[in-house]
């Protein structure tokens, strides 16, 4: 009878934009996949099936367990995450620029995707577990420890757009769980002061990524070739777009990175800006209903588990469009229910699967 209730209240209308997302994601790579002369159409548009079911099963798992059993086993996520992610820096990186993967048998899987769920899991426990105290200042600093770890092994990877997405969430859930707003101040100063120094840490390929993006006719055949190419993508694609499977930026295989990162310059090019309205829109929808759920949860741990997973949903959308338009620099974040890759999929849908979680629960009781 529990479960009859549960799937009775689940927000219907989110799930409709959420399998509408996953539906012109499939289309839009199986048009990304079809590049000059490679035979991968098939390859690419399997897999992603497979990853999407797999992401339904996790998404399920997710709605029908009690959310507040997950919070509960937080700290054994969190930690299980951790290992993986000291893995990816133990093994040998085989020549890669940045090692992000763990191969497990057939299968690659990237700690740092899984890292978001569990880091806004703990986060919620912490935070339900200590309440009014995080207004004192070493209540405020433990959050900031729990959720620097993880941050600092994903930086090291290098992984800086992964890293970059935490912190707005993580300041999303310290405000609403009750922060002093002088400490929350003082974490973005002290962020912004450490600018300068940080940038002697980076990697010489993450430097010319920003210096690409300021002037990136500075090396329109290197650095600065894929903002250009994802531009003209989306700028060629015009009101009405050129058509499914017509676009030429994907077909001649101009843009690197189409059917993962820059996903949305492809689908833009082929439905242009009226497709992208209805695509952004979808998406909008999906972080809207999931602000609603967040609102309306009824206890503290409901509110900051979705408050801080759509806010990371919300993160990943928004900055991926932005590198895609030349807003940003390139980060490597995939746009969610879109790009290519399995565990991204894996880690969104099951952060879906929560909020939906919280918001039926808030309606049975």
């Not at 809207?288 to 990943?316: E, K, P, V």
């Given at each position: 009878?529990?479960?009859?209730?549960?799937?009775?209240?689940l927000?219907?209308?989110?799930l409709?934009?959420?399998a509408?997302?996953?539906s012109?994601?499939?289309l839009?790579l199986?048009?990304?996949?079809?590049?000059?002369?490679?035979?991968t159409t098939?390859?690419?548009?399997l897999?992603?099936?497979?990853w999407v079911?797999?992401?339904?099963?996790?998404?399920?798992?997710?709605?029908?367990?009690?959310?507040?059993?997950?919070?509960?086993?937080?700290?054994?996520?969190?930690?299980s995450?951790?290992?993986?992610?000291?893995?990816v820096?133990v093994?040998?990186?085989?020549?890669?620029?940045?090692?992000?993967?763990?191969?497990?048998g057939?299968v690659?899987?990237?700690?740092?995707?899984l890292?978001?769920?569990?880091?806004?899991?703990l986060?919620?426990r912490?935070?339900?577990?200590v309440?009014i105290k995080?207004k004192?200042?070493?209540?405020?600093?433990?959050a900031?420890v729990?959720f620097g770890?993880?941050l600092?092994?994903?930086t090291?990877?290098?992984d800086l757009?992964?890293?970059?997405v935490?912190v707005?969430?993580v300041?999303?859930?310290?405000?609403?769980?009750?922060s002093?707003?002088?400490?929350?101040?003082?974490?973005?100063?002290?962020?912004?002061?450490?600018?300068?120094?940080?940038?002697?840490?980076?990697?010489?390929?993450?430097k010319?990524?920003l210096?690409?993006f300021?002037?990136?006719?500075?090396?329109?055949?290197?650095?600065?070739y894929?903002?250009?190419?994802?531009?003209?993508?989306?700028?060629?694609?015009?009101?009405?777009?050129k058509?499914?499977?017509q676009?030429t930026q994907?077909?001649?295989?101009?843009?690197?990175?189409?059917?993962?990162d820059?996903?949305f310059?492809?689908y833009?090019?082929?439905?242009g800006?009226i497709?992208?309205?209805?695509?952004?829109?979808?998406?909008?929808?999906?972080v809207?209903?999931?602000?609603r759920?967040?609102?309306?949860?009824?206890?503290?741990?409901?509110n900051i588990?979705?408050?801080?997973?759509?806010?990371?949903?919300?993160c990943h959308?928004?900055?991926?469009?932005?590198v895609?338009?030349?807003l940003m620099?390139?980060?490597?974040?995939?746009?969610?229910?879109?790009?290519?890759?399995?565990s991204?999929l894996?880690?969104m849908m099951?952060?879906?699967?929560?909020?939906?979680?919280?918001?039926a629960?808030?309606?049975?009781?």
């Amino acid at each position: 009878m529990e479960i009859r209730t549960l799937i009775r209240d689940l927000d219907w209308v989110l799930l409709s934009a959420l399998a509408a997302v996953l539906s012109l994601g499939l289309l839009t790579l199986y048009s990304a996949s079809q590049q000059s002369g490679l035979e991968t159409t098939a390859t690419y548009c399997l897999r992603q099936m497979v990853w999407v079911f797999i992401g339904l099963c996790f998404m399920c798992a997710a709605i029908f367990i009690d959310y507040h059993r997950f919070v509960a086993f937080a700290p054994v996520i969190y930690a299980s995450v951790l290992v993986g992610l000291i893995a990816v820096l133990v093994i040998p990186s085989q020549g890669q620029r940045a090692q992000r993967w763990l191969s497990l048998g057939p299968v690659q899987v990237q700690p740092s995707e899984l890292c978001k769920v569990a880091v806004v899991l703990l986060l919620a426990r912490y935070l339900d577990t200590v309440k009014i105290k995080i207004k004192h200042l070493r209540y405020f600093l433990g959050a900031i420890v729990l959720f620097g770890l993880p941050l600092m092994l994903i930086t090291v990877e290098p992984d800086l757009g992964t890293a970059m997405v935490f912190v707005p969430v993580v300041l999303v859930m310290l405000y609403l769980a009750g922060s002093k707003t002088k400490h929350i101040v003082l974490l973005g100063v002290l962020g912004l002061a450490s600018s300068p120094v940080l940038w002697h840490f980076l990697k010489d390929y993450q430097k010319m990524r920003l210096v690409a993006f300021i002037k990136p006719e500075v090396d329109p055949l290197g650095w600065g070739y894929q903002t250009i190419q994802s531009t003209i993508a989306v700028g060629s694609g015009k009101f009405l777009g050129k058509g499914w499977l017509q676009g030429t930026q994907a077909r001649l295989n101009f843009l690197p990175a189409q059917h993962t990162d820059f996903i949305f310059s492809v689908y833009t090019e082929e439905w242009g800006f009226i497709g992208a309205a209805i695509l952004l829109g979808l998406l909008s929808l999906i972080v809207a209903r999931g602000l609603r759920i967040a609102l309306q949860a009824r206890d503290f741990s409901g509110n900051i588990l979705a408050a801080g997973l759509i806010t990371m949903l919300a993160c990943h959308f928004l900055i991926n469009v932005a590198v895609v338009l030349g807003l940003m620099p390139v980060t490597g974040l995939p746009l969610p229910f879109m790009s290519y890759g399995g565990s991204s999929l894996v880690s969104m849908m099951t952060l879906v699967g929560l909020v939906l979680n919280v918001g039926a629960r808030t309606r049975m009781f």
